[in-house]
């Protein structure tokens, strides 16, 4: 990734942002855990809403033209799936943002999404339910958990801090009429049209083969149904129907996902802190209630 592009804004850094010679940046708004994180300490409905407000009028008062892709509640784990395991800073960006900031931490510069997701859930060590948990496993920290109790960490932060982080991307719109917001539904069921108008929005004309790059990238998009699959197979487990979902690989970050809906939604909890894997039927899984 070239110098010009960031994945992160620090209040010293607007002025590097709006007179870089390429004006094109990438930034992640909050709740994403790329860079510390700011808790919802009192649970406010219009909490994310309002930061990404501050976040993004930063770009706006410096006329920067700005694309939003952001995830909804029938793309959530899509999202969270590359998030988890494709969002990484190189070697040259973590020596220029960060390096000097946690020289310490393995950070994103690590391509094992279970090494990057056990340095994520360490943002909590302030946070009571966190703490709570890392005494109940008996563990100093979050490099001691296994899997089984990794998966059970990450699905307490699901519930207890990222639980209005969908809703606050309605509210913005609103706010920023010259901005352009993309859904990932649309640019999932509606690939060609979105990214044509993601284009027009930019002024931009290309003359490459769209369709052969939509070929290319959507074949990288293993998990872009993961949420309807994931409505399935929750349907069927509570309902008791026999499902068996081994074809689908599912990995810890699956997994979390299963364990937050049937625990904080379904209210069916599974003993599964000693087991590396979930089963990958029904009728497996119902066995560890």
């Known amino acids: 990734m070239s110098e010009e592009y960031k994945l992160l804004i620090f209040p010293n850094d607007q002025q590097e942002f709006v007179t870089a010679p390429h004006t094109t940046v990438a930034s992640c708004i909050w709740p994403l855990d790329h860079n510390g994180k700011i808790y919802n300490k009192h649970g406010q409905v219009d909490f ?32 969270w799936h590359n998030n988890c395991k494709k969002v990484f800073y190189t070697a040259d960006m973590f020596d220029k943002k960060i390096k000097n900031r946690y020289i310490d931490e393995p950070w994103l510069t690590t391509t094992d999404p279970i090494q990057r997701a056990r340095v994520q859930m360490g943002y909590y060590d302030q946070r009571d339910w966190y703490n709570k948990l890392l005494q109940y496993f008996h563990c100093d920290n979050f490099l001691s958990l296994t899997p089984g109790q990794l998966r059970t960490v990450l699905a307490h932060s699901i519930h207890n801090e990222t639980f209005d ?19 990932l539904d649309q640019l999932r069921d509606h690939t060609k049209d979105t990214i044509q108008s993601i284009l027009e929005y930019f002024n931009v004309e290309s003359n490459l083969p769209l369709d ?15 949420d309807q699959e994931h409505d399935h197979i929750i349907n069927c487990i509570v309902n008791g129907q026999h499902h068996d979902w081994n074809d689908l690989n599912f990995d810890l970050f699956d997994e979390v996902y299963l364990y937050y809906a049937l ?22 899984l119902l066995l560890l209630r």
Request: proline share 5%.
């Open 48 to 79: 994310y809403s309002h930061l990404s407000q501050q976040h993004l009028k930063i770009f706006v008062d410096n006329n920067v033209q700005i694309l939003i892709i952001h995830p909804t509640n029938t793309s959530k784990i899509w999202w």
């Open 165 to 183: 982080s969908l809703s606050h991307w309605q509210q913005l719109p609103e706010h920023f009429p010259n901005i352009k917001f993309v859904s």
């Open 212 to 226: 052969f790059v939509i070929d290319q990238w959507t074949a990288l998009q293993t998990t872009r149904n993961r």
């Open 263 to 284: 625990r904080f939604q379904h209210n069916i909890t599974l003993n599964a802190d000693n087991i590396d894997c979930l089963p990958t039927n029904t009728h497996d």
